[in-house]
């Protein structure tokens, strides 16, 4: 019946067919069979696949051991990566469009193929997004997260997948290949420094950040020169938010850890002791050696925690040195002053503004309220106890 209008015939390879009619007609319903074959292929598979993938990754996603699988689930990964397959048979059926005889619908052909081929490449790129964020997502899980942050090489990772897509959809588009425009990139190389300086700087510094150890989240710095004095709350490719005690954000860049001198408060805080160092203007005409009437008042004064002994290996003291000695065995029983770290009073060099007695010691308690609290008590009662050894604070008059 179709004999005289469809000719169906091998090529010379013999690997190659061909359909031949007479009639305007059954070509305009082949082709039309054909596209309407390629669109119902797409959106079969795409829902095929997408089904299928999903299930068998909500199937593996249930294991214990799998919890990567499952924050990539989150991310839709999978589901992103579903329209590559009807894509793909766009970019297959392509030659198929291309070969038709119709002369305006050949023509759409190529430009079929590179725009599924562009699409597949664009829906990769978005697959690897999602798949750097369930990296995050997961890895911000891990005990150690806090202490080796992985954000700037994340972020190194998506810089080389817009790389990477940029370059393949302009081949794509030009009909060249990538070795092409590599060769290209190479001659801009020094362009590409001068525009990704603070990318490339910033890539330095979080490698060596990271590898030494120098910067968690959750560490208190003082950056000098940039009003930064708070708690790391980001590190990424190029910046560094710190949030002040204020609750003012500071931005700095990556590489200004390594160019500038930045304090770290972390070691305190791991060593469990926090330094107290004070120094008491004492008035020098206040200081005398202790009678009778000094020894009396001290030891009836009942403010005095501790009884003050009032001789040392049988020499005299003065009132200055008896109040070293009693300061010294006040912090030594004080439950909040560390033991087993230094502990001295001493003689600074006396300058215009009185004699300067130093404190120097440890707190167990780290937390800044808890810390400034307890040296103020331990300073009020010293300050308190002055009048009792006869000695005065130097002030300017």
């Known amino acids: 019946m179709f004999g005289n ?12 067919l061909f359909v031949h009619t007479d009639s305007m007609a059954v070509a305009i319903a082949l082709v039309a069979l054909l596209l309407v074959a390629i669109v119902l292929a797409s959106v079969v598979c795409y829902y095929l696949t997408r089904t299928l993938m999903l299930w068998i990754v909500g199937r593996l996603a249930r294991g214990e051991r799998r919890k990567w699988l499952r924050a990539a689930e989150r991310r839709r990964v999978f589901h992103r990566l579903a329209p590559i397959v009807p894509a793909l048979i766009v970019y297959l059926a392509a030659p198929l ?13 190529a430009p079929l193929g590179v725009a599924a081929a562009c699409f597949m490449v664009y829906t990769g790129l978005r697959a690897g997004f999602a798949f750097l964020g369930s990296i995050e997502d997961r890895y911000s899980h891990l005990p150690h997260a806090s202490e080796r942050p992985i954000k700037s090489f994340l972020q190194v990772a998506t810089l080389v997948l817009y790389l990477v897509a940029f370059i393949a959809i302009v081949s794509l588009l030009l009909g060249r290949p990538p070795t092409y425009f590599l060769t290209g990139v190479s001659a801009m190389t020094a362009l590409l420094i001068i525009v990704f300086r603070d990318s490339l700087l910033g890539f330095v510094a979080s490698i060596q950040l990271a590898a030494y150890d120098m910067l968690r989240i959750g560490d208190w710095i003082e950056v000098p020169g940039y009003v930064a004095d708070g708690v790391v709350t980001d590190i990424a490719l190029n910046t560094i938010k710190v949030r002040n005690f204020d609750n003012t954000i500071v931005t700095l860049p990556s590489y200004v850890l390594l160019t500038n001198g930045v304090r770290n408060w972390r070691g305190m805080v791991e060593s469990g002791g926090r330094r107290v160092k004070h120094s008491i203007p004492v008035d020098a005409d206040s200081v005398r050696f202790c009678d009778d009437a000094l020894l009396g008042g001290l030891t009836a004064c009942r403010e005095l925690k ?7 290996d049988g020499q005299p003291l003065t009132n200055l040195g008896m109040l070293r000695r009693y300061m010294l065995g006040y912090f030594r029983q004080h439950p909040a002053v560390r033991q087993d ?14 004699l300067p007695l130093e404190v120097f010691l440890y707190l167990s308690d780290t937390r800044w309220e808890t810390y400034e609290q307890t040296q103020s008590d331990l300073f009020d009662h010293v300050y308190g106890v002055l009048p009792v050894f006869g000695l005065r604070v130097w002030q300017k008059r």
């Open 5 to 16: 209008l469809i000719r169906i015939e091998t090529g010379p390879d013999g690997q190659e």
């Open 97 to 109: 469009v291309s070969s038709l005889t119709f002369p305006m619908i050949a023509m759409l052909g």
């Open 306 to 312: 501790l009884p003050v002994a009032p001789h040392a």
């Open 341 to 354: 770290l230094p502990l001295v009073v001493r003689h600074v060099q006396s300058e215009s503004q009185g």
